[in-house]
Protein backbone atom coordinates (compact mmCIF):
# COMPACT_ATOMS: atom_id res chain seq x y z
CA UNK A 1 0.00 0.00 0.00
CA UNK A 2 1.47 3.16 -1.06
CA UNK A 3 0.42 6.62 0.43
CA UNK A 4 1.99 9.67 -0.52
CA UNK A 5 2.51 12.94 1.61
CA UNK A 6 2.94 16.40 0.40
CA UNK A 7 4.26 19.35 1.39
CA UNK A 8 5.71 22.46 0.91
CA UNK A 9 8.83 23.87 2.19
CA UNK A 10 10.59 27.20 2.37
CA UNK A 11 13.54 27.29 0.54
CA UNK A 12 17.04 29.04 1.84
CA UNK A 13 16.49 31.75 -1.18
CA UNK A 14 13.32 32.33 -0.02
CA UNK A 15 10.97 30.87 -2.42
CA UNK A 16 8.91 27.28 -2.07
CA UNK A 17 9.23 24.27 -3.07
CA UNK A 18 6.69 21.32 -3.24
CA UNK A 19 7.37 17.66 -1.74
CA UNK A 20 5.82 14.97 -2.42
CA UNK A 21 6.84 12.05 -0.61
CA UNK A 22 6.46 8.42 -1.02
CA UNK A 23 5.19 6.61 1.93
CA UNK A 24 4.87 2.67 2.07
CA UNK A 25 2.50 0.39 4.42
CA UNK A 26 3.31 -2.90 4.72
CA UNK A 27 1.63 -6.02 6.60
CA UNK A 28 5.05 -7.77 6.75
CA UNK A 29 6.65 -5.75 9.70
CA UNK A 30 6.62 -8.54 12.97
CA UNK A 31 6.67 -7.60 16.63
CA UNK A 32 9.50 -9.75 17.12
CA UNK A 33 8.34 -11.04 20.18
CA UNK A 34 9.42 -14.76 21.33
CA UNK A 35 5.43 -15.31 22.43
CA UNK A 36 3.76 -14.50 19.44
CA UNK A 37 2.60 -16.97 16.99
CA UNK A 38 1.29 -14.84 14.63
CA UNK A 39 3.71 -13.15 13.04
CA UNK A 40 5.66 -15.19 10.34
CA UNK A 41 8.99 -13.91 11.80
CA UNK A 42 12.34 -16.05 11.16
CA UNK A 43 13.96 -14.83 14.40
CA UNK A 44 12.75 -12.99 17.55
CA UNK A 45 14.59 -10.67 19.76
CA UNK A 46 12.15 -10.11 22.68
CA UNK A 47 12.37 -12.61 25.21
CA UNK A 48 9.45 -15.08 26.71
CA UNK A 49 10.48 -14.09 29.98
CA UNK A 50 10.62 -10.55 30.12
CA UNK A 51 11.52 -10.01 33.63
CA UNK A 52 13.78 -7.62 35.16
CA UNK A 53 15.68 -9.27 38.13
CA UNK A 54 13.89 -7.28 40.48
CA UNK A 55 10.97 -7.37 42.76
CA UNK A 56 9.70 -4.59 40.39
CA UNK A 57 7.39 -6.31 38.57
CA UNK A 58 5.71 -9.37 39.04
CA UNK A 59 4.60 -10.42 35.76
CA UNK A 60 6.82 -10.40 32.36
CA UNK A 61 6.73 -6.68 30.48
CA UNK A 62 8.33 -4.97 27.65
CA UNK A 63 8.85 -1.14 27.98
CA UNK A 64 7.96 1.16 25.66
CA UNK A 65 9.78 4.29 26.13
CA UNK A 66 8.67 7.74 24.61
CA UNK A 67 11.32 10.03 23.33
CA UNK A 68 11.58 11.88 26.23
CA UNK A 69 12.40 9.00 28.33
CA UNK A 70 15.28 8.60 26.09
CA UNK A 71 16.63 11.51 25.47
CA UNK A 72 16.64 11.68 29.16
CA UNK A 73 17.17 8.57 31.01
CA UNK A 74 19.70 6.98 28.25
CA UNK A 75 22.34 6.13 30.91
CA UNK A 76 19.33 3.70 33.01
CA UNK A 77 18.55 1.98 29.56
CA UNK A 78 22.36 1.43 29.21
CA UNK A 79 22.39 -0.59 32.28
CA UNK A 80 22.45 -4.42 31.75
CA UNK A 81 19.23 -4.93 34.08
CA UNK A 82 17.34 -2.99 31.75
CA UNK A 83 16.34 -5.46 28.63
CA UNK A 84 13.45 -6.35 26.18
CA UNK A 85 12.66 -2.94 25.52
CA UNK A 86 10.51 -1.99 22.13
CA UNK A 87 11.94 1.20 20.45
CA UNK A 88 9.66 2.73 18.05
CA UNK A 89 10.93 3.94 14.98
CA UNK A 90 8.69 7.67 16.25
CA UNK A 91 11.09 7.26 18.74
CA UNK A 92 13.98 6.63 16.63
CA UNK A 93 13.34 9.23 14.72
CA UNK A 94 12.97 12.14 17.08
CA UNK A 95 15.96 11.09 18.91
CA UNK A 96 18.08 11.31 16.05
CA UNK A 97 16.86 14.90 15.31
CA UNK A 98 17.57 15.99 19.25
CA UNK A 99 20.46 14.40 20.19
CA UNK A 100 23.03 12.46 17.64
CA UNK A 101 24.85 11.51 20.89
CA UNK A 102 21.84 10.13 22.48
CA UNK A 103 20.90 8.20 18.80
CA UNK A 104 24.38 6.38 19.06
CA UNK A 105 23.66 5.31 22.06
CA UNK A 106 20.07 4.12 21.50
CA UNK A 107 21.70 2.56 18.38
CA UNK A 108 24.78 1.17 19.86
CA UNK A 109 22.03 -0.77 22.33
CA UNK A 110 19.53 -2.05 19.34
CA UNK A 111 22.47 -3.89 17.96
CA UNK A 112 23.90 -5.26 21.08
CA UNK A 113 22.56 -8.63 21.54
CA UNK A 114 21.91 -9.03 25.40
CA UNK A 115 20.42 -6.00 25.49
CA UNK A 116 16.96 -7.58 23.29
CA UNK A 117 16.04 -3.83 22.28
CA UNK A 118 13.97 -4.04 19.70
CA UNK A 119 13.27 -1.18 16.74
CA UNK A 120 9.57 -1.58 15.66
CA UNK A 121 9.25 0.23 12.44
CA UNK A 122 5.69 1.41 13.51
CA UNK A 123 5.56 4.28 10.50
CA UNK A 124 5.45 1.27 8.14
CA UNK A 125 3.37 -0.81 9.73
CA UNK A 126 -0.22 -0.69 8.09
CA UNK A 127 -1.63 -0.94 11.47
CA UNK A 128 0.41 1.41 13.55
CA UNK A 129 1.11 4.19 11.04
CA UNK A 130 -1.43 7.37 11.57
CA UNK A 131 -1.80 10.47 9.30
CA UNK A 132 -1.44 13.97 10.70
CA UNK A 133 -4.96 15.34 11.73
CA UNK A 134 -5.84 18.74 10.75
CA UNK A 135 -4.21 21.77 13.55
CA UNK A 136 -2.10 18.45 15.21
CA UNK A 137 0.94 19.52 16.22
CA UNK A 138 3.96 17.74 14.66
CA UNK A 139 4.95 16.71 18.32
CA UNK A 140 1.12 15.98 19.43
CA UNK A 141 0.72 13.50 16.21
CA UNK A 142 4.23 11.67 17.10
CA UNK A 143 2.83 11.28 20.52
CA UNK A 144 -0.30 10.12 19.27
CA UNK A 145 1.79 7.37 17.05
CA UNK A 146 3.72 6.48 20.31
CA UNK A 147 0.58 5.54 21.66
CA UNK A 148 -1.06 3.36 18.95
CA UNK A 149 1.77 1.64 18.37
CA UNK A 150 2.09 0.72 22.32
CA UNK A 151 -1.87 -0.35 22.06
CA UNK A 152 -1.45 -2.46 19.48
CA UNK A 153 1.52 -4.29 20.49
CA UNK A 154 -0.76 -4.65 23.79
CA UNK A 155 -3.43 -6.29 21.87
CA UNK A 156 -0.77 -7.94 19.82
CA UNK A 157 0.21 -9.79 22.24
CA UNK A 158 -2.33 -10.27 24.55
CA UNK A 159 -4.38 -12.92 21.51
CA UNK A 160 -0.92 -14.56 21.10
CA UNK A 161 -0.37 -15.72 24.77
CA UNK A 162 -3.82 -16.84 26.33
CA UNK A 163 -3.35 -17.35 29.67
CA UNK A 164 -4.09 -14.47 32.11
CA UNK A 165 -1.08 -12.96 33.24
CA UNK A 166 0.67 -12.90 30.54
CA UNK A 167 3.26 -10.47 29.08
CA UNK A 168 2.32 -6.98 29.45
CA UNK A 169 3.15 -3.67 27.48
CA UNK A 170 4.30 -0.50 29.56
CA UNK A 171 4.47 2.68 28.39
CA UNK A 172 7.28 4.83 29.75
CA UNK A 173 6.42 8.51 29.44
CA UNK A 174 7.36 11.70 31.29
CA UNK A 175 4.29 13.82 29.70
CA UNK A 176 1.69 14.63 31.55
CA UNK A 177 -0.87 14.71 28.63
CA UNK A 178 0.27 11.40 26.89
CA UNK A 179 -0.20 9.73 30.58
CA UNK A 180 -3.33 11.00 30.29
CA UNK A 181 -4.48 9.14 26.60
CA UNK A 182 -2.85 6.31 27.18
CA UNK A 183 -4.63 5.60 30.26
CA UNK A 184 -7.60 6.86 28.78
CA UNK A 185 -7.27 4.23 25.80
CA UNK A 186 -6.15 1.47 28.33
CA UNK A 187 -2.57 1.25 28.41
CA UNK A 188 -0.42 0.69 31.29
CA UNK A 189 1.61 4.02 32.06
CA UNK A 190 4.09 4.64 34.64
CA UNK A 191 4.71 8.73 35.42
CA UNK A 192 7.75 10.15 35.47
CA UNK A 193 9.36 10.80 38.55
CA UNK A 194 8.03 7.53 39.83
CA UNK A 195 9.85 5.45 36.24
CA UNK A 196 12.81 7.49 37.41
CA UNK A 197 13.14 6.24 40.86
CA UNK A 198 11.94 2.74 39.93
CA UNK A 199 14.35 2.45 37.03
CA UNK A 200 16.95 3.66 39.59
CA UNK A 201 15.84 0.50 42.25
CA UNK A 202 15.90 -1.73 39.55
CA UNK A 203 19.51 -1.33 38.92
CA UNK A 204 20.32 -1.20 42.11
CA UNK A 205 21.41 2.64 41.87
CA UNK A 206 19.25 3.66 44.78
CA UNK A 207 17.22 1.96 47.23
CA UNK A 208 14.13 2.59 48.37
CA UNK A 209 11.18 1.79 50.93
CA UNK A 210 8.73 -1.39 50.46
CA UNK A 211 5.98 0.54 50.69
CA UNK A 212 6.92 1.88 47.02
CA UNK A 213 6.60 -1.19 45.79
CA UNK A 214 3.29 -2.07 46.80
CA UNK A 215 1.60 -1.23 43.04
CA UNK A 216 -1.78 0.45 44.94
CA UNK A 217 0.18 2.64 46.73
CA UNK A 218 2.82 3.08 43.39
CA UNK A 219 -0.82 4.39 41.41
CA UNK A 220 -2.32 6.33 44.46
CA UNK A 221 1.62 8.49 44.79
CA UNK A 222 1.64 8.43 40.92
CA UNK A 223 -1.79 9.86 40.68
CA UNK A 224 -1.16 12.45 43.44
CA UNK A 225 1.77 13.46 41.89
CA UNK A 226 -0.04 13.97 38.99
CA UNK A 227 -2.75 16.12 40.28
CA UNK A 228 -0.78 18.59 41.68
CA UNK A 229 1.83 19.12 38.48
CA UNK A 230 -2.02 19.80 37.07
CA UNK A 231 -2.90 22.26 39.77
CA UNK A 232 0.83 23.84 39.71
CA UNK A 233 0.02 24.03 35.96
CA UNK A 234 -3.54 25.60 36.87
CA UNK A 235 -1.91 28.11 39.33
CA UNK A 236 0.56 29.12 36.49
CA UNK A 237 -2.19 29.95 33.91
CA UNK A 238 -4.08 32.33 36.27
CA UNK A 239 -0.97 34.07 37.26
CA UNK A 240 -0.15 35.40 33.53
CA UNK A 241 -3.53 36.21 33.34
CA UNK A 242 -3.40 38.12 36.79
CA UNK A 243 -0.10 39.71 35.21
CA UNK A 244 -1.35 40.53 32.27
CA UNK A 245 -4.35 42.49 34.22
CA UNK A 246 -2.57 44.43 36.31
CA UNK A 247 -0.19 45.84 33.83
CA UNK A 248 -3.02 46.68 31.87
CA UNK A 249 -5.12 48.30 34.64
CA UNK A 250 -2.30 50.47 35.47
CA UNK A 251 -1.98 51.83 31.86
CA UNK A 252 -5.91 52.79 31.80
CA UNK A 253 -7.02 52.20 28.08
CA UNK A 254 -4.57 52.10 25.60
CA UNK A 255 -4.75 52.58 21.59
CA UNK A 256 -3.02 49.73 19.70
CA UNK A 257 -2.06 48.34 16.34
CA UNK A 258 -2.84 45.07 15.53
CA UNK A 259 -3.74 42.63 13.27
CA UNK A 260 -6.97 39.94 12.83
CA UNK A 261 -6.11 36.57 13.46
CA UNK A 262 -9.38 35.17 13.18
CA UNK A 263 -13.08 36.17 11.97
CA UNK A 264 -16.15 34.57 13.96
CA UNK A 265 -19.56 34.59 13.26
CA UNK A 266 -19.61 37.68 15.64
CA UNK A 267 -16.90 39.05 16.85
CA UNK A 268 -12.49 39.37 15.28
CA UNK A 269 -9.58 38.01 17.06
CA UNK A 270 -6.84 40.60 17.16
CA UNK A 271 -3.37 39.96 17.77
CA UNK A 272 -1.25 43.20 19.53
CA UNK A 273 2.28 42.30 18.83
CA UNK A 274 3.44 44.77 20.92
CA UNK A 275 2.30 42.90 23.71
CA UNK A 276 1.92 39.77 22.30
CA UNK A 277 -1.54 39.83 23.55
CA UNK A 278 -4.49 38.45 22.02
CA UNK A 279 -7.95 39.71 22.26
CA UNK A 280 -11.69 39.73 21.03
CA UNK A 281 -13.74 42.37 19.78
CA UNK A 282 -17.59 41.37 20.06
CA UNK A 283 -19.96 43.05 17.67
CA UNK A 284 -23.02 41.65 19.18
CA UNK A 285 -23.58 44.04 22.40
CA UNK A 286 -26.01 41.79 24.48
CA UNK A 287 -28.61 44.23 25.53
CA UNK A 288 -29.31 46.42 21.99
CA UNK A 289 -29.89 45.83 18.71
CA UNK A 290 -26.40 44.96 17.40
CA UNK A 291 -24.83 45.62 13.66
CA UNK A 292 -25.33 43.84 10.78
CA UNK A 293 -23.52 40.79 10.61
CA UNK A 294 -22.44 38.80 7.69
CA UNK A 295 -20.18 36.01 8.31
CA UNK A 296 -19.02 33.86 5.35
CA UNK A 297 -16.83 30.67 6.29
CA UNK A 298 -15.08 30.46 2.83
CA UNK A 299 -13.53 33.34 2.97
CA UNK A 300 -13.29 33.54 6.17
CA UNK A 301 -14.82 37.18 6.52
CA UNK A 302 -17.16 39.08 8.56
CA UNK A 303 -19.27 41.66 7.25
CA UNK A 304 -20.17 44.39 10.01
CA UNK A 305 -22.46 47.29 8.47
CA UNK A 306 -20.30 48.48 5.15
CA UNK A 307 -16.80 46.93 6.52
CA UNK A 308 -15.52 43.31 5.51
CA UNK A 309 -13.08 41.71 7.98
CA UNK A 310 -10.34 39.49 6.66
CA UNK A 311 -7.34 37.23 8.22
CA UNK A 312 -4.13 39.70 8.40
CA UNK A 313 -6.03 43.12 8.08
CA UNK A 314 -4.59 46.03 10.32
CA UNK A 315 -6.88 47.42 12.98
CA UNK A 316 -6.49 49.48 15.96
CA UNK A 317 -8.11 48.93 19.15
CA UNK A 318 -8.59 50.14 22.50
CA UNK A 319 -7.43 47.43 25.18
CA UNK A 320 -8.63 48.15 29.08
CA UNK A 321 -9.43 46.14 32.05
CA UNK A 322 -13.31 45.60 32.69
CA UNK A 323 -13.51 45.08 36.73
CA UNK A 324 -17.28 45.34 36.55
CA UNK A 325 -17.32 41.82 38.02
CA UNK A 326 -14.46 42.21 40.53
CA UNK A 327 -14.42 37.83 40.32
CA UNK A 328 -14.03 37.83 36.51
CA UNK A 329 -11.98 40.92 35.19
CA UNK A 330 -11.16 40.70 31.46
CA UNK A 331 -9.31 42.34 29.33
CA UNK A 332 -11.71 44.06 26.77
CA UNK A 333 -10.79 45.51 23.30
CA UNK A 334 -12.84 47.65 21.29
CA UNK A 335 -12.65 48.95 17.54
CA UNK A 336 -11.47 52.15 16.57
CA UNK A 337 -9.84 51.97 13.81
CA UNK A 338 -11.75 51.15 10.83
CA UNK A 339 -14.23 53.21 11.75
CA UNK A 340 -17.82 52.02 11.52
CA UNK A 341 -20.53 53.78 12.66
CA UNK A 342 -22.48 52.60 15.61
CA UNK A 343 -19.52 50.04 16.09
CA UNK A 344 -16.20 51.56 16.79
CA UNK A 345 -15.21 53.72 19.57
CA UNK A 346 -13.61 57.26 19.17
CA UNK A 347 -9.81 57.22 20.22
CA UNK A 348 -9.18 57.61 23.36
CA UNK A 349 -7.30 60.59 24.60
CA UNK A 350 -3.90 59.41 25.57
CA UNK A 351 -1.23 62.02 26.68
CA UNK A 352 1.71 62.06 25.70
CA UNK A 353 4.04 59.67 28.05
CA UNK A 354 6.85 62.10 30.00
CA UNK A 355 10.14 61.50 27.93
CA UNK A 356 12.71 59.01 30.60
CA UNK A 357 15.13 62.19 31.68
CA UNK A 358 18.25 61.67 30.06
CA UNK A 359 21.25 60.45 32.42
CA UNK A 360 23.68 62.54 32.64
CA UNK A 361 27.24 61.62 33.36
ZN1 LIG B 1 3.71 -10.87 16.48
Given at each position: MLKSKTFVRKTRSGGVMKIVREHYLRDDIWCGSEVCAECKQESTVLQRDACIESNLCSYPHYVIPDTNVVLHQIDVLE???????????????EV?????????RLKDMIHEKEKFFYAFTNEHHRETFIEREPGESANDRNDRAIRVAAQWYSQHLKTSESDA??????????????????????LLVYADIIVHRLLAVAIAADSTYPDLMDKQKQSALANNLNYRHK?????QRASVAFHTQLFFKSRGILNEEGFVLFVR???????????????TVFFDAKDKAGPKLVFDEEGPTLNVEQHTFRIFDKV??????????????????SLIDPVIPGVSVPAPEVEPQAKKPKLDH
Open positions: DPVIRNVIILQTVLQRHRSAPVYKDGLKVVLLTNDQGNKQKAEESGMSQYAKNAIIVLIPKFGLEGKVTISLDASNIQHQKIRM
